[in-house]
């Protein structure tokens, strides 16, 4: 079955300063990896995805995230936090052997000061 | 991007009574949407995937008389929860995706919170 870990429930980040989000996976499979961003009673907002290629994904409101496959993961990463990044991130995996379902992690919230 | 309409945003019932959730596509055709159920501070949980013209497609310990997909067009999918009760106020949030290449990202809509008094 495929899994997917944010281990942070929660990441503190100073504006300007870089903001990573961490998440790890676990497939059967060539993995298609996704970011999604959540601001309250709101749906989600796609931000990036992974499918093949350069392992250097570059996406929406200056995110990016690098796929690295040797350790399964694709963490999130923008170099100058700002305070509007302050929302909650889901990471998500699909594999089409799995039937295409995408799997969410259980989402990181990240609080961004002023 | 694509967008993804959903209606109503919130929704407040008695309990007993069905609550009808709307999910449109606006400017693209979805033969395949799916349900997604967000409780607080929680992940998203996917309850069905709803294909046009054919039976949903539940996951594992979802009711599907409890909970009734329709997906009469191209546009359109429909999350009937019946006979509501207290525990089944949640954050509803329906998805498509705008191509048949299975590679393309979800499109979501703005969510639908149920409270069932």
């Known amino acids: 079955a495929q899994s997917v870990a944010q281990p942070e429930d929660q990441v503190n980040v100073a504006e300007g300063n870089p903001l990573t989000v961490k998440c790890t996976y676990s497939?059967?499979?060539?993995?298609?990896l996704f970011w999604y961003v959540q601001y309250p009673n709101r749906g989600l907002q796609f931000l990036l995805k992974?499918?093949?290629?350069?392992?250097l994904v570059k996406g929406s409101y200056g995110f990016e995230a690098e796929f690295n496959k040797s350790q399964t993961s694709f963490h999130l990463k923008k170099p100058s936090a700002l305070v509007s990044d302050s929302a909650l991130y889901f990471c998500?995996?699909?594999?089409?052997?799995?039937?295409?379902?995408?799997?969410f992690g259980g989402g990181t919230r990240v609080l961004v000061k002023p | 991007g694509a967008v993804v309409s959903q209606h109503p945003s919130w929704v407040i019932c008695k309990s007993g009574t069905s609550v009808k959730i709307e999910c449109r596509s606006l400017?693209?055709?979805?033969?395949?949407m799916f349900w997604y159920r967000q409780f607080p501070k929680q992940s998203l949980m996917l309850m069905a995937t709803?294909?046009?013209?054919?039976?949903?497609?539940?996951e594992q310990g979802v009711e599907k008389d409890k909970f009734l997909i329709n997906h009469a067009s191209l546009t359109l999918s429909t999350l009937t929860v019946t006979s509501a009760h207290p525990e089944d106020s949640s954050f509803y949030i329906c998805s498509a995706r705008t191509d048949s290449v299975n590679t393309g990202e979800l499109f979501f809509g703005e969510g639908s919170r149920l409270t069932v008094l």
């Open positions: 400017d693209f055709q979805a033969t395949t």
């Open positions: 709803s294909n046009e013209g054919s039976k949903a497609t539940y």
């Open positions: 998500a995996v699909r594999v089409k052997a799995a039937g295409n379902k995408l799997t």
């Open positions: 992974y499918i093949t290629g350069d392992n």
């Open positions: 497939v059967s499979g060539n993995p298609y």
